[in-house]
């Protein structure tokens, strides 16, 4: 299912930068709903949220964090890009599922984040950063993990729905298609 009743605003292969095309290909689609929409488990598996905060665009992390003993690859989607996201995990484990563009208030405020947590980078590393993300939830497929928000890059109220094969960051040419995974 798909994470949002919505309608499909921009799809997979949009070039990006929007201003200068051919730098990329968007690799997500999204999908243009009401501000504070539900949005929904598109899988069973389990969902985290995060949100993370660096002191100037264009710096990236160094080294992936590890967040109670898990390494996380999706470190470098800041909240000035995509506000804040949320992260599924396929009970399988053959996918993960990234949901961007919430505001960092609907993922802590609103009664569906449990066990939240604070990470602040050293001020001796090269780039220090402040970040705030929950522990892990189990969820079944549709169950309410978040609201639809327009905070980062973002030009109207929507969700920005990425899939990745098994728990790494992919460039976008690997990604699975959310339009042909349904």
């Not at 609201?147 to 094969?165: C, D, K, L, Q």
Request: proline share 7%; hydrophobic share 35%; aromatic share 14%.
């Amino acid at each position: 299912m798909k994470p949002v009743n919505g309608t499909i605003s921009t799809d997979f292969y949009e070039p990006r930068p929007i201003d200068n095309p051919g730098e990329h290909v968007h690799g997500a689609i999204d999908i243009a709903a009401p501000m504070n929409s539900e949005i929904f488990a598109p899988e069973a598996g389990e969902v985290m949220a995060w949100c993370a905060y660096r002191p100037k665009a264009g710096t990236y992390w160094p080294d992936m964090p590890i967040l109670n003993g898990n390494a996380l690859p999706y470190c470098n989607y800041f909240y000035d890009t995509y506000g804040g996201v949320l992260i599924l995990r396929s009970d399988s484990g053959e996918r993960t599922h990234l949901i961007a563009h919430s505001y960092a208030n609907q993922l802590f405020n609103k009664g569906l984040a449990h066990d939240v947590y604070a990470y602040e980078e050293k001020a001796d590393m090269r780039f220090p950063f402040h970040a705030m993300y929950t522990g892990w939830r189990e969820v079944k497929v549709g169950a309410h993990i978040g609201y639809v928000g327009n905070a980062g890059y973002s030009t109207g109220p929507h969700v920005h729905w990425e899939i990745h094969h098994g728990w790494k960051w992919e460039r976008w040419e690997n990604r699975i298609n959310p339009e042909r995974w349904e």
